[in-house]
């Protein structure tokens, strides 16, 4: 077998300069230290982790303790330790001891307290003023007490928004390993129509769309693989059942394959033969949606302008209550991530962002489905990271 070209990844490199990024706002913000929870919630648990340290989080969660000056500690359960140094970017690694078991027993591992890991690296703890945390909704409430217990007197700020808006516009290298992550998802979604037919099941062919994105290098899913048919098409968070694929329905399918840490997600209905009007229909309006969309994007736009204009469209088609949530977001370690560009949002589009543009429609008599794209941000408008066709009957 021939071998494979190189594919992209992200080069130790940059991580360093990361961690400077977010030193830099602290000093902005007056913190004196900054905890970045993660675990491995699927979704959106792993992303801190991921980003500052490229380490996927699994079964232990993670903290990254990050001084305003100097490099970054990683602080992990008894059996992440050994992990953490092979995979992560962060050389120093420490068991914390919130992240034991209670039932378990680890006799051969240095477990240490946060006051304790503090003092290792030099942090003058009574001086500590300002904390801030990143993730503070996912962590568990008695590792937050004890973290506070630590530091009393101490004002903890909430920067996950922070976060957020530094890891917003891509790096070359991350833009480059995005663009593979829409190969992998195109490779899957061809995988996924391929195998519809009537009488396989939902789950035979999410099995087909999964080997297919891991054979071309996802290391997981960023949201689970979505085939939903028929009835099973009109909750927004569709899965995949043993429900056999019938004549004249839709199936919708949604991937979001996870690779090096990033994602890609498209989104489209296959139509099995002739599924009635109400569902062509709905799905010219989506597809007129997401075009003026695409040719809306521009950086140093509020995002929610070009939101508007989707919802503006699906208004005209009368599907406005089908609608049902934001559709255009960030993509990066998380799949459905910030800045949402919600009619409530004031977010700013800029060059090299990576926006998924989902227009959602959603618990209809008919069922529902989206079409989902990706685009990355350019100086004079945003290029499309795949050409998976709009249209598709089997």
Known sequence: MAEQPDKP?????????????VQAMMEAQGLDLLLAYADDRATFGAAHARWLANFPVHFEPVIILMPREGPPVMLVGPESDQYALLAGQ????????????????????????VTDIMADIGVDIPAVRRVGVGGQGLIAADVLAALQAALPNVAWQDV????????????????EVIRYAYQIAEAGFQAGVDAIEVGVTEREVAAEIEAAMRRAGAEGTGIDTIVA???????ILARSTFRSIEPDELVLLTVAPRYEGYHAAIGRPV???????????ALDVAIQAQQACFHALHPDLEGREVEAIGRKIVA???????????????VGVIEFE?????????????????????????????????????????????????????????
């Open 9 to 21: 990844v992200i080069p130790s490199s940059e991580y360093p300069e990361r961690w400077t990024k």
């Open 90 to 113: 962060i050389p120093d690694v420490r068991i914390l001891r919130e992240f034991t078991h209670p039932d378990e027993d680890y006799p051969y591992s240095t477990m240490q307290s």
């Open 160 to 175: 996950e928004n922070d976060l957020c808006d530094i890891r917003a516009q891509k790096s070359t290298a991350e833009i």
């Open 229 to 235: 048919s028929g009835p099973n098409a009109r909750p």
């Open 271 to 281: 139509l099995v033969g002739d599924p009635g009007q109400a569902i062509r229909h």
């Open 316 to 330: 005209e088609g009368n599907l406005s209550s089908y609608f049902l949530y934001s559709g255009v977001h960030s």
């Open 338 to 394: 910030p800045p949402i560009f919600g009619p409530s949002s004031p977010a700013i589009l800029k060059k090299d962002m990576v926006i998924s543009i989902d227009i959602p429609l959603f618990n209809a008599p008919w069922g529902g489905l989206r079409i989902e794209d990706g685009y990355l941000i350019t100086a004079n408008g945003a290029e499309p990271l795949h050409k998976t066709p709009y249209e598709i009957q089997k």
